[in-house]
């Protein structure tokens, strides 16, 4: 199995960091050679998918569903795993110190760190009972301050803290959601979506305080948090704060190296860093130079997963350029699935035209982003609605006009079957704003796809 | 990266979910409690009058066992589903006892598979619920009850309550509504009240939802003389023949094989109902996968060899195999039928999931799944790069396929145990999966 390529001799590549960009970088360099692999991690013995974290707090999981390997599948793939933190490195000498004393020599290192939760200097925000949630330990603590837990506060209207809602409020546990913005995600979500998530995440009887602001956390006698105050001086009692404010790259113990660091460490589209040898993927890597519509820095589990796989490329002798191809993402929102294809921002430019529907039930929604003067669709946000990747990817690649693309939009369609499908709503609302006479040619199906070639 | 606090590793935790390192993380609101409560009470009942060996006032007592689980199952539904926003309501299946393999669990094991024994081997201790039965079956059939009946019974209250339960579980999602009220019907009409009626109208009973090689008796030369006695019979006699031969590749060609497996078998409804609390204690390793593929087969080849050897006994004129067929049945019939369907099949529930018998032993599923594997349009499919391998999927599938390695590779699922129940695209959070044929 293992095709070896002639061209690159043994190498001993060293991996810091298990999370899914090291991981996927070690499974498929080993597919392709044998180079000798160590995956070095301080959180976990093995790789787990930190996405579902909260669903191990909820009882739906428990810690060991998480991984996605089962543990012999290491050794037989011949991937050393080490948990140890690494404390320095030697970028000369090409050697690692680790805290358990051990100096481990590499011929390629592939720095995976990750991220870890940002705090913006509140007062009382190292107390007992604040923190974020990205790590295992992350959740461990959380565990440990849920017993007895009266009311949890949460600072930060993100992915990660609408998640922390929904794992307090799966055991009941009372929760204040404080978000700076005046609606929830809205730097990032259209209006319409961004109302229908408050709108649900009231329903579920979270106490949602849009356009507030932590301003400081009170501790008690014993040195843990016993209440916030918020931007408008009110004071909420609370035995644990959540803030999830976001996340940085976690390069702390790389500062002060020859290795450039910005935010995060710095690469080029190779992924390759100032340093020689020494690669960097993942949460913790900054691109120098980001494709056309990218962020230099990613905190995204897809992009890491494309990462890890552009660097095995490289390891194995067939590298090309880091090309995360056109955006794609997706989330929960308590019960309400979130995807979204292409490039769909929170405020519509200009030159972009919007076809945005939405179910009356205030559940569902799909947005077709397009331009104004081509007609070429730009990107599809979808609310408790699910579309195919493939089919959406193909059209946002082909810049396809929106009509053709209404025309057929069955074929974008992945609900399960007998769900009611809304293609025909939205070509009739198309009509109605442009005057056209469109119709629905294509409902969703397998034969379909086969039909038009994908 | 990360707290230095290493105290606690996912390995460490092997075994242990953090219920067990922290106690009782989810406490169920007393609201459930009662409900609960009210469902066990009527069973209390039941397990009084076994234990009684006589049913005093046999129709209020009946009444009031089905009333109160009625109304448990009911008020659950209420405080669990109803009562907040429809979604994936999973929560704490790890935590609590009854569904984590805890002391409850252990203890609804041994009284299902305690009844099991008791129905195959030990009918005379069933004597005081077959009296609570009676005059039910007086009702239905005209003639008294006997173990078969108290057990069709309860199979059915089973599937009807815990059918109503599910559905509302997941009344947010038309695959599994229209799917539950499917599964719950076939066991309702041809698994209960037809058999009965037909009792009554001095037919034979038949039970058109089971057929050869899962209804072992029904492909041998016993039932085929049992059945030259009337039209109906013979009807069926070669209408399972058909299924058999005929219906299933065609049948799941078209559909998988949940035509059968998870919308009208009646193993299948119970396991989709009452089994659902129980779905993600299936054993997901390979280690399992390479154990279900050699017993599943074993059972079909076992079933397939048992009834040639008693056809050929008849044709030989019952000179050759005369006791060697009859002991070979005899011994299906006591290691597959009884103790494996039943006694571990659905005994088991609470201890290795709901699919059991589905997925390492039932001759059916085993001929199923090789058209499913070879000859089908059905797949799962997965939405491009979408999937985070969160492990829902998985975790939630009965059958232990592991779902999420196909998932996180985009590729297909084509698997031969897959029963197209449709968790596994319910639980997704990302959309990911997507039953298709």
Redesign the interface.
């Known amino acids: 199995m293992a095709l070896k390529n002639a061209a690159i001799p043994f190498m001993r590549i060293v991996i810091i960091?298990n999370g899914?960009a090291g991981i996927t970088a070690a499974r498929h360099i080993r597919k392709r050679s044998d180079h000798s692999i160590l995956v070095i991690?301080?959180?976990?013995?093995?790789f787990?998918?930190r996405?579902?974290l909260m669903?191990?707090?909820?009882?739906?999981?428990?810690?060991?569903?998480?991984?996605?390997y089962?543990d012999w599948f290491w050794a037989k793939n011949r991937i050393e795993l080490l948990?140890a933190?690494v404390v320095a490195i030697d970028f000369e000498g090409k050697t690692l110190q680790t805290s358990d004393g051990r100096s481990l020599p590499y011929d390629r290192l592939i720095l995976a760190?990750?991220s870890k939760s940002n705090k913006f200097g509140w007062p009382g925000q190292d107390l007992d009972g604040v923190q974020g949630l990205y790590?295992?330990?992350?959740l461990?603590?959380m565990?440990?301050h849920?017993?007895g837990l009266q009311r949890a506060v949460i600072v930060g209207g993100g992915l990660i803290g609408i998640e922390m809602a929904e794992m307090f409020h799966?055991?009941?546990i009372p929760v204040t959601f404080l978000v700076r913005e005046s609606s929830f995600w809205n730097n990032v979500l259209p209006a319409e979506e961004s109302a229908m998530i408050n709108r649900?995440i009231l329903?579920?009887g979270i106490d949602l305080r849009l356009s507030t602001e932590l301003r400081e956390i009170l501790p008690d006698a014993q040195g843990k948090c016993r209440a916030v105050l918020t931007s408008h001086g009110e004071e909420i009692a609370c035995g644990f704060v959540g803030l999830t404010v976001g996340v940085s790259p976690?390069v702390d113990f790389l500062r002060n190296t020859p290795l450039e660091i910005g935010r995060g460490i710095r690469v080029d589209e190779y992924l390759q860093t100032n340093l020689p040898d020494v690669y960097a993927i993942g949460d913790c890597a900054e691109l120098r130079q980001p494709p056309p519509g990218r962020r230099p820095i990613e905190a995204v589990?897809?992009s890491a997963?494309a990462m890890g796989e552009t660097v095995a490329r490289i390891l194995y002798g067939e590298p090309t350029p880091y090309d995360p191809g056109i955006w794609?993402n997706?989330?929960?929102f308590?019960?309400i699935?979130y995807?979204v294809y292409g490039n769909v921002p929170p405020a519509l430019p200009p030159e972009v035209e919007t076809l945005y529907w939405e179910h009356p039930d205030g559940r569902k929604s799909i947005r077709i982003n397009y331009d104004r003067a081509s007609g070429a669709v730009l990107g599809f946000n979808l609310m408790g609605v699910?579309y195919?990747?493939?089919v959406c990817?193909h059209w946002l690649r082909q810049g396809t006009h929106i009509e053709t693309v209404l025309e057929n939009l069955g074929a974008a369609n992945?609900?399960?079957?007998?769900?009611?499908q809304h293609e025909a709503e939205l070509v009739a609302l198309y009509n109605r704003q442009t005057g056209q006479t469109l119709r629905l040619k294509r409902r969703r199906?397998?034969s379909l796809l086969r039909k038009i070639g994908m | 990266m990360g707290q230095t606090s290493l105290a606690v590793t996912i390995t460490d935790m092997q075994n242990a979910s953090l219920s067990i390192a922290q106690p009782a993380p989810v406490l169920t609101p007393w609201r459930q409690k009662v409900a609960l409560a009210l469902g066990a009470l009527g069973a209390l009942l039941l397990l009084i009058v076994w234990a009684a060996g006589r049913a005093v006032a046999p129709v209020p007592t009946l009444l009031a066992s089905l009333g109160l689980m009625a109304a448990g199952a009911w008020l659950f539904v209420r405080e669990e589903y109803l009562k907040h926003p429809a979604g994936i309501r999973n929560n704490g299946a790890w935590f609590r006892s009854l569904t984590a393999r805890g002391v409850w669990g252990w203890v609804l094991g041994v009284f299902i598979t305690g009844f099991y024994v008791c129905l195959y081997w030990f009918p005379q201790y069933l004597k005081g619920l077959i009296e609570l039965f009676t005059p039910l079956s007086q009702g239905l059939r005209a003639r008294a009850a006997d173990q078969w009946f108290v057990y069709g019974t309860l199979y059915t209250v089973a599937v009807l309550l815990m059918g109503v339960k599910f559905f509302f579980k997941y009344r947010h999602n038309a695959y599994q509504r229209i799917r539950t009220v499917s599964v719950v019907f076939f066991q309702l009409w041809f698994a209960w009240l037809l058999p009965g009626l037909l009792v009554r109208l001095q037919q034979p009973e038949i039970y058109f939802s089971y057929f050869w090689p899962l209804s072992y008796y029904q492909g041998t030369p016993m039932a085929y003389q049992g059945h030259l006695k009337s039209d109906l019979g013979l009807f069926y006699f070669f209408f399972g023949l058909a299924m058999f031969f005929i219906g299933t590749p065609v049948l799941t060609y078209f559909f998988g094989k949940r035509w059968y497996c998870s919308w009208v078998c009646g193993c299948g409804g119970l396991a989709e109902t009452a089994g659902d609390p129980f779905r993600h204690l299936s054993d997901k390793s390979l280690r399992a996968w390479r154990i279900e593929r050699w017993l599943i087969y074993s059972v079909l080849l076992f079933a397939v060899a048992m009834t040639a050897l008693l056809w050929i006994n008849v044709a030989t004129g019952r000179s050759v195999l005369q006791q060697f067929s009859e002991s070979f049945y005899k011994t299906y019939s006591f290691l597959i039928g009884a103790a494996f369907s039943g006694v571990v099949g659905v005994g088991f529930y609470p201890l290795l999931g709901s699919r059991v018998w589905c997925r390492f032993g039932c001759p059916m599923a085993a001929w199923l799944g090789i058209w499913q594997r070879k000859k089908s349009r059905f797949r799962i499919t997965t939405n491009g790069g979408q999937c985070i391998s969160c492990g829902n999927c998985s975790a939630y599938c009965e059958m232990g396929i592991d779902v999420r390695a196909y998932a996180q590779r985009g590729e297909d699922i084509v698997r031969a145990s897959c029963v197209g129940c449709g968790i596994c695209s319910a639980v997704c959070p990302r959309g990911v999966l997507r039953l298709e044929a």
Not at chain 1, 55 to 68: A, E, F, I, S, T
Not at chain 1, 135 to 138: A, I, K, R
Not at chain 1, 414 to 420: A, R
């Open positions: 960091g899914v991690s301080d959180e976990t013995d093995y787990f998918s996405t579902a669903y191990v707090y909820m009882g739906h999981m428990r810690p060991q569903d998480l991984k996605p089962e948990r933190r760190t990750g790590h295992w330990q992350d461990e603590s565990e440990r849920s017993r799966s055991r009941g649900h329903e579920h976690n589990w897809y997963r794609f997706s989330a929960k308590f019960d699935e995807q699910r195919r990747h493939h990817d992945f609900d399960p079957e007998f769900y009611p199906g397998l």
